[in-house]
């Protein structure tokens, strides 16, 4: 779902391959400030940072890169 996500964001935006996935974190971030009130972004970032961190500890990493090379096209 996530690669359909920024796949979805690419061909919309147009956004090159490097600035893809940061560009989509932060329109994300952007919208979440809109729609919640007293949106921090720090709490966010790092619980999903960590969140990241446990998943890729446990599975070796596998499901976070599938279909990633399509980003160098």
């Not at 994300?28 to 972004?41: A, G």
């Not at 969140?51 to 279909?67: K, L, M, N, T």
Request: proline content about 3%; charged content about 25%.
């Amino acid at each position: 779902m996530a690669k359909a996500a920024i796949d979805t964001f690419r061909n919309r935006t147009g956004t090159d391959a490097g600035d893809v996935i940061g560009d989509l974190i932060v329109d994300l971030l952007h919208l979440s400030r809109r729609s919640v009130k007293n949106f921090n972004p720090k709490p966010f970032l790092d619980g999903s940072l960590q969140r990241f961190q446990i998943e890729e500890s446990q599975d070796g990493g596998r499901v976070a890169y599938v279909g990633l090379k399509a980003f160098d096209a």
